[in-house]
């Protein structure tokens, strides 16, 4: 059972669950009260490219951990943006996988455990990413591009398109993409003003 409520400018929720023993969980955070907007990972086929928010890593961990990332797993370049605020990172490859398959890959990160876990916490179940000011925050800026030499999945051409006519880069067109050129699905949501 799962009891929500609100105090304030404060979400509880009790979550009481019974097998042989009782466990209570609580869980105190500060409600969310800042619009913004992000991208979903969510490609039209119902596949999911990879998404990593880093929160408290140094860029060489980050751009260590993403070359590891694309050997292990045969990823195409990754498209680095930083936060305005020290040590906090967004990383996107366009390479399209399956749910279970992303899941992978990204709980095999460094990333954001929060973050990881969001597409089983919540209805959305994909992962976002924000590209909006967030209160006094400015969007996260692109600051470069890991080329790794792997080019052998089908990318999401929508998030290609995006990611140029967004941040001015200049993906070119692959030889494998989905050819999906509907709009990225953006989404509208509440965050906590100083994350």
């Keep these: 059972m799962l009891l929500t409520f609100k105090l304030f400018?404060?979400?509880?929720?009790?979550?009481?669950?019974?097998?042989?023993?009782?466990?209570?969980?609580?869980?105190?955070?500060?409600?969310?009260?800042?619009?913004?907007?992000?991208?979903?990972?969510?490609?039209?086929?119902?596949?999911h490219i990879i998404f990593l928010d880093y929160d408290g890593l140094e860029y060489h961990e980050v751009m260590?951990?993403?070359?590891?990332?694309?050997?292990?797993?045969?990823?195409?370049?990754?498209?680095?943006?930083?936060?305005?605020?020290?040590?906090?990172?967004?990383?996107?490859?366009?390479?399209?996988?399956?749910?279970?398959?992303?899941?992978?890959?990204?709980?095999?990160?460094?990333?954001?455990?929060?973050?990881?876990?969001?597409?089983?916490?919540?209805?959305?179940?994909?992962?976002?990413?924000?590209?909006?000011?967030k209160g006094e925050r400015k969007k996260p800026k692109l600051i470069t591009t890991m080329k790794t030499g792997y080019n052998s999945r089908e990318i999401s051409t929508a998030h290609r398109i995006f990611l140029n006519e967004h941040y001015n880069t200049k993906i070119k067109k692959a030889k494998k993409e989905d050819g999906f050129k509907e709009t990225v699905e953006i989404i509208e949501y509440n965050t906590a003003s100083k994350c």
């Design 64 to 133: 260590e951990e993403l070359t590891f990332l694309a050997r292990e797993f045969g990823l195409s370049n990754f498209y680095i943006f930083q936060n305005d605020i020290e040590k906090s990172f967004h990383a996107i490859c366009l390479d399209k996988f399956p749910m279970w398959e992303a899941v992978e890959i990204i709980s095999s990160t460094s990333a954001d455990p929060g973050f990881k876990k969001a597409p089983r916490l919540f209805r959305l179940r994909r992962w976002v990413l924000r590209v909006a000011q």
């Design 9 to 47: 400018t404060i979400t509880i929720s009790l979550k009481f669950t019974t097998r042989k023993a009782i466990n209570v969980s609580l869980l105190i955070v500060k409600t969310p009260n800042k619009e913004t907007y992000g991208i979903t990972s969510r490609t039209k086929d119902g596949k």
